[in-house]
């Protein structure tokens, strides 16, 4: 039964990375992928390449209001996220 439940786990984390490439639309490269999806396990959504030159990203946050991410180049930590629409801060 411990085999059935970890192969499960690994079926589900697999679901999850595909659903996040899915639903993240094109992303440019694998770091931008696994940002996207760290973005979605944290409750975002929607996540949408803005500008890769600055590392900017949109997406919707888990009240459904629209932010933009700048992210750190390499790290995968959000240096900055600012709300679209001044009526949702």
């Not at 940002?35 to 949109?58: C, H, P, S």
Request: charged share 15%; hydrophobic share 45%.
């Amino acid at each position: 039964m411990k085999y059935f439940a970890s192969a499960l786990t690994g079926v589900a984390l697999l679901r999850a990375a595909s659903a996040s490439a899915n639903t993240s639309g094109e992303m440019p490269n694998q770091y931008f992928d696994g940002m996207a999806a760290k973005l979605i396990m944290a409750g975002f959504r929607d996540v949408q390449m803005v500008d890769q030159e600055t590392n900017t990203l949109a997406a919707y946050d888990s009240d459904g209001s629209e932010v933009l991410i700048v992210v750190h180049p390499t790290s995968r930590q959000i240096l900055r996220q600012s709300f679209v629409h001044s009526g949702d801060q």
